[in-house]
């Protein structure tokens, strides 16, 4: 059992920037990749980007590549998702998940554990 936990939400302007966190309870948060996704108000959830579990590789959404950088630390089970240069389009419930899959990357369906969520607010 991995429970996840999100921070470092808030209102930001247009162009700010906000880093989430996303901290892992358990031994085992080396062993899981990880994910984050998001969801706007009256849209689907969708996958912004994704790490494994060692950290080497990382996975994005095309349309976040260079804005959005997903880090993570297994000393602290801790993942992180920078965001830079943010857009009132970025607006979402910003969740991070866990994946014990090897074909993880931007599929929900196969991410096992998933934390309750952090609002991100961006103004034009």
């Known amino acids: 059992q991995v429970q996840l936990v999100e921070s470092g939400g808030g209102l930001v302007q247009a162009g700010g920037s906000l880093r989430l966190s996303c901290a892992a309870s358990g031994r085992t948060f080396s062993s899981y990749a990880m994910g984050w996704f998001r969801q706007a108000p009256g849209k689907e959830r969708e996958f912004v980007a994704a790490i494994s579990s060692s950290g080497r590789t990382t996975y994005y959404t095309d349309s976040l590549k260079g804005r959005f950088t997903i880090s993570r630390d297994n000393s602290k089970n801790t993942v992180y998702l920078q965001m830079n240069s943010l857009k009132p389009e970025d607006t979402a419930v910003y969740y991070c998940?866990?994946?014990?899959?090897?074909?993880?990357?931007?599929?929900?369906?196969?991410?096992?554990?998933w934390g309750q969520g952090t609002q991100v607010t961006v103004s034009s």
């Open positions: 998940a866990a994946s014990s899959a090897t074909n993880y990357r931007d599929r929900s369906s196969l991410y096992d554990y």
